[in-house]
Protein backbone atom coordinates (compact mmCIF):
# COMPACT_ATOMS: atom_id res chain seq x y z
CA UNK A 1 0.00 0.00 0.00
CA UNK A 2 2.97 2.46 0.94
CA UNK A 3 4.75 1.97 -2.26
CA UNK A 4 1.60 2.35 -4.26
CA UNK A 5 0.77 5.54 -3.19
CA UNK A 6 4.62 6.26 -3.47
CA UNK A 7 4.87 5.53 -6.89
CA UNK A 8 1.03 7.62 -7.54
CA UNK A 9 3.15 11.06 -6.24
CA UNK A 10 6.47 9.94 -8.10
CA UNK A 11 3.89 9.92 -11.46
CA UNK A 12 1.53 13.28 -10.37
CA UNK A 13 5.11 14.88 -10.06
CA UNK A 14 6.01 13.38 -12.95
CA UNK A 15 2.96 14.51 -15.06
CA UNK A 16 3.54 17.96 -13.47
CA UNK A 17 7.21 18.11 -14.56
CA UNK A 18 6.06 17.33 -18.16
CA UNK A 19 3.17 19.76 -17.94
CA UNK A 20 5.52 22.52 -16.90
CA UNK A 21 8.16 21.29 -19.83
CA UNK A 22 5.08 21.18 -22.55
CA UNK A 23 4.28 25.14 -21.77
CA UNK A 24 8.67 25.79 -21.91
CA UNK A 25 8.70 24.03 -25.07
CA UNK A 26 5.50 25.67 -26.49
CA UNK A 27 6.83 29.24 -25.45
CA UNK A 28 10.23 27.99 -26.94
CA UNK A 29 8.37 27.92 -30.04
CA UNK A 30 6.99 31.24 -29.84
CA UNK A 31 10.19 32.47 -29.26
CA UNK A 32 11.23 31.16 -32.15
CA UNK A 33 8.91 32.38 -34.41
CA UNK A 34 9.78 36.22 -33.06
CA UNK A 35 12.96 35.38 -34.12
CA UNK A 36 12.57 34.34 -37.07
CA UNK A 37 10.25 37.15 -37.79
CA UNK A 38 12.76 39.69 -36.18
CA UNK A 39 15.77 37.68 -38.56
CA UNK A 40 13.64 38.50 -41.80
CA UNK A 41 12.73 41.99 -40.32
CA UNK A 42 16.86 42.89 -39.78
CA UNK A 43 17.69 41.39 -43.04
CA UNK A 44 15.49 43.60 -44.92
CA UNK A 45 16.29 46.58 -42.83
CA UNK A 46 19.76 45.70 -43.76
CA UNK A 47 19.01 45.08 -47.60
CA UNK A 48 17.47 48.63 -47.91
CA UNK A 49 20.27 50.50 -46.19
CA UNK A 50 22.89 48.41 -48.43
CA UNK A 51 20.50 49.98 -51.47
CA UNK A 52 20.09 53.17 -50.05
CA UNK A 53 24.06 53.13 -49.68
CA UNK A 54 25.00 52.11 -53.23
CA UNK A 55 22.32 55.02 -54.33
CA UNK A 56 24.37 57.68 -52.41
CA UNK A 57 27.70 55.90 -53.95
CA UNK A 58 26.03 56.22 -57.54
CA UNK A 59 24.47 59.93 -56.89
CA UNK A 60 28.42 60.97 -55.40
CA UNK A 61 29.88 59.39 -58.44
CA UNK A 62 27.54 61.16 -60.88
CA UNK A 63 28.46 64.25 -59.25
CA UNK A 64 31.83 63.68 -59.47
CA UNK A 65 31.52 62.51 -63.27
CA UNK A 66 29.35 65.87 -64.01
CA UNK A 67 32.38 67.78 -62.41
CA UNK A 68 35.04 66.33 -64.39
CA UNK A 69 33.05 66.48 -68.14
CA UNK A 70 32.20 70.12 -67.10
CA UNK A 71 36.03 70.75 -66.42
CA UNK A 72 37.11 68.81 -69.78
CA UNK A 73 34.65 70.78 -71.85
CA UNK A 74 36.03 74.02 -70.29
CA UNK A 75 39.15 73.07 -71.37
CA UNK A 76 38.56 71.78 -74.92
CA UNK A 77 36.66 75.23 -75.42
CA UNK A 78 39.44 77.11 -74.55
CA UNK A 79 42.07 75.37 -76.45
CA UNK A 80 39.89 75.60 -79.41
CA UNK A 81 38.99 79.32 -78.92
CA UNK A 82 43.08 79.69 -79.21
CA UNK A 83 43.31 77.57 -82.05
CA UNK A 84 40.83 79.74 -84.04
CA UNK A 85 42.23 82.32 -82.99
CA UNK A 86 45.59 81.92 -84.54
CA UNK A 87 44.25 80.39 -87.81
CA UNK A 88 41.89 83.39 -88.21
CA UNK A 89 45.24 86.26 -87.49
CA UNK A 90 46.75 83.73 -90.51
CA UNK A 91 44.56 84.26 -92.62
CA UNK A 92 43.94 87.92 -91.88
CA UNK A 93 47.85 88.30 -92.82
CA UNK A 94 47.53 86.09 -95.96
CA UNK A 95 44.60 88.52 -96.89
CA UNK A 96 46.58 91.85 -96.50
CA UNK A 97 49.72 91.13 -97.60
CA UNK A 98 47.94 89.76 -101.31
CA UNK A 99 46.86 93.87 -101.03
CA UNK A 100 50.06 94.68 -101.96
CA UNK A 101 50.98 93.54 -105.49
CA UNK A 102 54.10 95.58 -105.75
CA UNK A 103 54.75 94.37 -109.31
CA UNK A 104 52.21 96.85 -110.40
CA UNK A 105 53.55 99.73 -107.90
CA UNK A 106 55.13 101.00 -111.72
CA UNK A 107 52.03 102.59 -112.87
CA UNK A 108 51.19 104.70 -109.79
CA UNK A 109 52.92 107.84 -108.53
CA UNK A 110 56.05 107.74 -106.41
CA UNK A 111 54.17 109.16 -103.52
CA UNK A 112 51.21 106.10 -103.56
CA UNK A 113 54.42 103.80 -104.24
CA UNK A 114 56.20 105.17 -101.09
CA UNK A 115 53.04 105.00 -99.16
CA UNK A 116 52.29 101.18 -100.10
CA UNK A 117 55.87 100.27 -99.40
CA UNK A 118 55.68 101.65 -95.44
CA UNK A 119 52.67 99.30 -94.90
CA UNK A 120 53.54 96.56 -96.20
CA UNK A 121 56.88 97.03 -94.36
CA UNK A 122 54.79 97.08 -91.52
CA UNK A 123 52.79 94.07 -92.25
CA UNK A 124 55.58 92.18 -93.10
CA UNK A 125 57.06 92.81 -89.76
CA UNK A 126 53.71 92.11 -87.83
CA UNK A 127 53.37 88.71 -90.22
CA UNK A 128 56.87 87.85 -89.50
CA UNK A 129 56.78 88.37 -85.21
CA UNK A 130 54.01 86.43 -85.14
CA UNK A 131 55.22 83.90 -87.20
CA UNK A 132 57.88 83.42 -84.63
CA UNK A 133 55.92 82.40 -81.90
CA UNK A 134 55.41 78.66 -81.03
CA UNK A 135 52.41 77.10 -81.74
CA UNK A 136 51.98 74.46 -79.52
CA UNK A 137 49.88 71.30 -80.68
CA UNK A 138 47.36 70.74 -78.09
CA UNK A 139 45.65 66.80 -77.14
CA UNK A 140 43.65 66.47 -73.91
CA UNK A 141 45.04 63.62 -71.36
CA UNK A 142 43.06 62.34 -68.86
CA UNK A 143 44.82 61.16 -65.94
CA UNK A 144 42.29 59.07 -63.55
CA UNK A 145 42.37 59.37 -59.59
CA UNK A 146 44.75 56.38 -59.21
CA UNK A 147 44.04 56.69 -55.17
CA UNK A 148 40.32 56.30 -55.84
CA UNK A 149 40.85 53.34 -58.13
CA UNK A 150 43.08 51.78 -55.61
CA UNK A 151 40.46 51.97 -53.20
CA UNK A 152 37.77 50.85 -54.52
CA UNK A 153 39.48 47.69 -55.86
CA UNK A 154 40.67 46.90 -52.23
CA UNK A 155 37.29 47.13 -51.17
CA UNK A 156 35.20 43.38 -50.67
CA UNK A 157 31.89 44.87 -49.53
CA UNK A 158 29.98 47.99 -49.29
CA UNK A 159 30.04 47.47 -45.35
CA UNK A 160 30.90 44.78 -42.52
CA UNK A 161 27.28 42.62 -41.50
CA UNK A 162 27.68 41.63 -37.93
CA UNK A 163 25.25 39.37 -35.92
CA UNK A 164 23.58 41.66 -32.86
CA UNK A 165 22.66 38.34 -30.67
CA UNK A 166 19.77 38.90 -27.84
CA UNK A 167 19.61 36.41 -25.14
CA UNK A 168 15.57 35.30 -24.91
CA UNK A 169 14.58 33.47 -21.65
CA UNK A 170 11.96 31.46 -22.15
CA UNK A 171 10.37 32.50 -18.97
CA UNK A 172 12.16 36.03 -18.43
CA UNK A 173 9.41 36.80 -15.38
CA UNK A 174 10.44 34.11 -13.34
CA UNK A 175 11.47 35.27 -9.89
CA UNK A 176 14.77 34.09 -8.72
CA UNK A 177 15.73 32.08 -5.67
CA UNK A 178 18.26 31.63 -3.31
CA UNK A 179 19.55 28.23 -3.31
CA UNK A 180 22.43 28.52 -1.20
CA UNK A 181 23.36 31.20 1.70
CA UNK A 182 26.75 31.20 2.91
CA UNK A 183 28.35 33.76 6.00
CA UNK A 184 31.93 34.59 6.34
CA UNK A 185 33.30 37.23 9.21
CA UNK A 186 35.27 40.32 7.24
CA UNK A 187 35.92 41.97 10.44
CA UNK A 188 40.02 42.76 11.33
CA UNK A 189 41.63 43.34 14.48
CA UNK A 190 41.47 47.21 13.55
CA UNK A 191 37.19 47.98 13.90
CA UNK A 192 36.27 49.31 16.29
CA UNK A 193 33.02 49.48 14.82
CA UNK A 194 30.45 46.53 13.33
CA UNK A 195 31.11 45.95 9.66
CA UNK A 196 28.54 47.86 7.26
CA UNK A 197 29.03 46.77 3.87
CA UNK A 198 27.72 49.55 1.29
CA UNK A 199 29.39 48.33 -1.65
CA UNK A 200 30.67 44.89 -3.26
CA UNK A 201 32.75 44.16 -6.62
CA UNK A 202 35.20 40.96 -8.09
CA UNK A 203 38.84 41.96 -9.13
CA UNK A 204 39.22 39.38 -12.48
CA UNK A 205 41.35 37.32 -10.23
CA UNK A 206 38.07 36.07 -7.91
CA UNK A 207 38.79 38.32 -5.37
CA UNK A 208 36.47 40.49 -3.42
CA UNK A 209 36.01 43.79 -2.43
CA UNK A 210 33.91 45.33 -0.17
CA UNK A 211 33.39 48.57 1.20
CA UNK A 212 32.90 49.20 5.47
CA UNK A 213 30.86 52.45 5.86
CA UNK A 214 31.40 51.69 9.46
CA UNK A 215 35.10 51.48 10.24
CA UNK A 216 36.33 53.79 6.95
CA UNK A 217 37.75 50.48 5.37
CA UNK A 218 37.95 49.37 1.55
CA UNK A 219 38.63 45.20 2.67
CA UNK A 220 40.11 42.89 -0.22
CA UNK A 221 38.94 39.16 0.40
CA UNK A 222 40.92 36.23 -1.75
CA UNK A 223 38.66 34.22 -3.07
CA UNK A 224 38.06 31.65 -0.05
CA UNK A 225 36.26 35.32 1.90
CA UNK A 226 39.49 35.38 3.80
CA UNK A 227 40.72 38.96 4.71
CA UNK A 228 44.18 39.62 2.78
CA UNK A 229 44.48 43.70 2.41
CA UNK A 230 42.32 46.63 3.95
CA UNK A 231 42.73 50.38 2.87
CA UNK A 232 41.93 53.07 5.43
CA UNK A 233 39.97 55.93 4.19
CA UNK A 234 40.13 59.58 5.42
CA UNK A 235 35.99 59.60 5.03
CA UNK A 236 32.58 56.73 5.10
CA UNK A 237 32.63 55.00 1.79
CA UNK A 238 29.06 55.45 0.38
CA UNK A 239 29.46 53.09 -2.81
CA UNK A 240 32.00 51.04 -4.82
CA UNK A 241 31.98 50.57 -8.60
CA UNK A 242 34.48 48.77 -10.40
CA UNK A 243 35.74 50.47 -13.72
CA UNK A 244 38.16 47.78 -15.23
CA UNK A 245 39.55 44.25 -14.64
CA UNK A 246 41.16 45.59 -11.00
CA UNK A 247 40.48 48.97 -10.68
CA UNK A 248 37.47 50.23 -8.44
CA UNK A 249 35.85 53.73 -8.17
CA UNK A 250 34.63 54.62 -4.13
CA UNK A 251 32.71 57.68 -2.68
CA UNK A 252 33.73 58.43 0.67
CA UNK A 253 32.09 61.44 2.63
CA UNK A 254 30.50 62.49 5.88
CA UNK A 255 27.58 64.46 5.15
CA UNK A 256 29.58 67.49 3.93
CA UNK A 257 29.07 69.16 0.86
CA UNK A 258 32.20 68.42 -0.40
CA UNK A 259 32.58 64.78 -1.79
CA UNK A 260 35.87 62.61 -2.74
CA UNK A 261 36.08 60.15 -5.51
CA UNK A 262 39.23 57.86 -4.60
CA UNK A 263 40.05 55.34 -7.36
CA UNK A 264 41.90 52.36 -6.59
CA UNK A 265 43.32 49.30 -8.14
CA UNK A 266 43.98 45.89 -7.13
CA UNK A 267 47.45 44.48 -7.48
CA UNK A 268 48.86 41.34 -6.19
CA UNK A 269 46.59 40.94 -3.07
CA UNK A 270 47.14 44.54 -2.62
CA UNK A 271 45.12 47.76 -2.54
CA UNK A 272 47.14 50.66 -4.43
CA UNK A 273 45.76 54.47 -4.60
CA UNK A 274 45.21 56.08 -7.67
CA UNK A 275 44.15 58.99 -7.65
CA UNK A 276 41.55 61.56 -5.81
CA UNK A 277 38.74 63.85 -7.26
CA UNK A 278 36.44 66.17 -5.23
CA UNK A 279 32.86 66.99 -6.07
CA UNK A 280 30.91 70.49 -4.89
CA UNK A 281 27.91 68.00 -3.44
CA UNK A 282 27.22 65.36 -1.32
CA UNK A 283 27.02 62.00 -3.55
CA UNK A 284 25.84 58.57 -2.47
CA UNK A 285 25.84 56.40 -5.64
CA UNK A 286 28.25 55.97 -7.92
CA UNK A 287 28.99 54.34 -11.60
CA UNK A 288 31.23 54.26 -14.79
CA UNK A 289 30.41 54.03 -18.22
CA UNK A 290 33.47 54.80 -21.35
CA UNK A 291 35.73 56.70 -19.21
CA UNK A 292 32.79 58.88 -17.75
CA UNK A 293 31.60 59.08 -14.30
CA UNK A 294 28.10 58.80 -13.01
CA UNK A 295 26.92 60.11 -9.61
CA UNK A 296 24.05 60.73 -7.41
CA UNK A 297 23.31 63.47 -5.26
CA UNK A 298 20.13 63.72 -3.06
CA UNK A 299 18.00 65.02 -5.75
CA UNK A 300 19.86 64.32 -9.00
CA UNK A 301 22.05 62.41 -11.29
CA UNK A 302 25.52 64.14 -12.65
CA UNK A 303 28.10 62.59 -15.47
CA UNK A 304 31.44 63.83 -15.11
CA UNK A 305 34.98 63.13 -16.66
CA UNK A 306 37.35 61.19 -15.20
CA UNK A 307 38.96 64.60 -13.88
CA UNK A 308 36.43 64.78 -12.53
CA UNK A 309 34.39 68.05 -14.73
CA UNK A 310 31.34 68.28 -14.51
CA UNK A 311 29.53 66.85 -17.79
CA UNK A 312 25.44 67.46 -17.56
CA UNK A 313 23.10 66.91 -14.87
CA UNK A 314 21.31 63.91 -16.21
CA UNK A 315 18.18 63.68 -14.09
CA UNK A 316 16.55 65.56 -11.51
CA UNK A 317 13.93 64.96 -8.94
CA UNK A 318 14.12 67.75 -6.64
CA UNK A 319 11.63 66.19 -4.43
CA UNK A 320 13.46 62.62 -3.85
CA UNK A 321 15.39 61.95 -0.52
CA UNK A 322 18.14 60.35 0.25
CA UNK A 323 17.30 56.62 -0.11
CA UNK A 324 15.65 57.19 -3.54
CA UNK A 325 19.04 57.90 -5.22
CA UNK A 326 21.08 55.40 -3.13
CA UNK A 327 21.87 53.19 -5.73
CA UNK A 328 21.13 53.34 -9.88
CA UNK A 329 22.00 51.84 -12.92
CA UNK A 330 23.21 52.96 -16.35
CA UNK A 331 20.98 51.65 -19.46
CA UNK A 332 22.74 51.94 -22.77
CA UNK A 333 21.68 51.17 -26.66
CA UNK A 334 23.97 51.07 -29.62
CA UNK A 335 26.32 53.43 -27.33
CA UNK A 336 23.94 55.79 -26.60
CA UNK A 337 22.79 57.01 -23.07
CA UNK A 338 19.61 57.08 -22.29
CA UNK A 339 18.46 58.15 -18.95
CA UNK A 340 18.81 56.57 -15.73
CA UNK A 341 16.50 54.38 -13.99
CA UNK A 342 17.21 55.58 -10.41
CA UNK A 343 16.06 52.93 -6.91
Known sequence: MFKSTETRMDEVKMAKRI????????????????SINSLQASYENVLVEIINLRRQINETLD?????????????????????????????????????????RSENTSPERSFIIEIKCLDQTALADVFLRKQFKNADIEFQYNKELKTFLDSLTELGNITIHETIRCVNPNKVLIIKEKCQYKVRSATDTFTCFTTGICESV????IIADR????????DPAFNLIEQLQLPLLPYSIFKISS?????????????TQVHFIRVEKGTILKLNVIKLNHRCYGI???QGDVFVTTPTAVCQYTIEGRLVKKLYED?????????????KTERNNLNQPNVC
Not at 205 to 208: D, Y
Not at 247 to 258: D, H, Q, S, Y
Request: with cysteine.
Open 19 to 34: EELQERLEDMVKIGEQ
Open 63 to 103: RLQEMTIRKLEQLHSDLKVSLENDSKQCVEFIYKLKGYDIN
Open 205 to 208: NGEI
Open 214 to 221: NNQYVKLL
Open 246 to 258: NEMAVIIGNLTPV
Open 287 to 289: ACH
Open 318 to 330: KYGGFMGIMFFFI
